[in-house]
């Protein structure tokens, strides 16, 4: 399995919105965050809506796939936007990036909040553990570099 992070607002001319990651990178990143405590394991993962709890079928939802949410069939598009809240919840108070954002590649929106308050973690983290935490990993500054950029471009979503 292999992600794609994209910045959600990028500025124009944003030299790099997006970033592609194997799951082995991937894990290694989710491992640095959360040996920094910038990852968050106090919200679980949501449970999806039901596709039939909105009357939408299976063979509506593979019908459906890739249409814009403004041209579903009316119960299709409430689904629909039920999953777009879904992937875009974000705890009341948030302490980190939560971990189950990481580890799916379900369009899940890492927020502003969430990013800062893993950097508030990444702040008060010691030299020597940044540097235990992350020592091998050549790609980390530009990772931290692409936070930084989703932080003030509202957030990045996991594909």
């Given at each position: 399995?292999?992600?794609?992070?994209?910045?959600?607002?990028?500025?124009?001319?944003?030299?790099?919105?997006?970033?592609?990651?194997?799951?082995?990178?991937?894990?290694?990143?989710?491992?640095?965050?959360?040996?920094?405590?910038?990852?968050?394991?106090?919200?679980?993962?949501?449970d999806p809506p039901?596709?039939?709890?909105?009357?939408?079928?299976?063979?509506?939802?593979?019908?459906?796939?890739?249409?814009?949410?403004?041209?579903?069939?009316?119960?299709?598009?409430?689904?629909?936007?039920?999953?777009?809240?879904?992937?875009?919840?974000?705890?009341?108070?948030?302490?980190?990036?939560?971990?189950?954002?990481?580890?799916?590649?379900?369009?899940?929106?890492?927020?502003?909040?969430?990013?800062?308050?893993?950097?508030?973690?990444?702040?008060?983290?010691?030299?020597?553990?940044?540097?235990?935490?992350?020592?091998?990993?050549?790609?980390?500054?530009?990772?931290?570099?692409?936070?930084?950029?989703?932080?003030?471009?509202?957030?990045?979503?996991?594909?």
């Open positions: 399995m292999d992600f794609t992070l994209i910045i959600q607002e990028p500025s124009s001319g944003e030299p790099n919105p997006h970033v592609h990651m194997g799951i082995g990178t991937m894990a290694a990143a989710v491992d640095a965050l959360d040996a920094l405590g910038m990852i968050s394991h106090s919200s679980a993962r949501p039901r596709p039939e709890d909105f009357g939408v079928t299976e063979a509506e939802t593979e019908r459906w796939r890739g249409t814009r949410i403004p041209d579903l069939p009316d119960h299709v598009r409430t689904f629909a936007k039920a999953l777009v809240a879904m992937a875009e919840s974000e705890a009341e108070h948030p302490d980190g990036i939560p971990c189950y954002k990481l580890t799916s590649n379900r369009g899940w929106l890492v927020t502003p909040r969430e990013i800062s308050a893993a950097f508030g973690w990444w702040a008060s983290a010691s030299r020597e553990r940044r540097r235990q935490a992350t020592d091998g990993l050549a790609w980390w500054p530009s990772w931290i570099d692409f936070l930084k950029r989703a932080r003030d471009h509202g957030g990045f979503r996991v594909w």
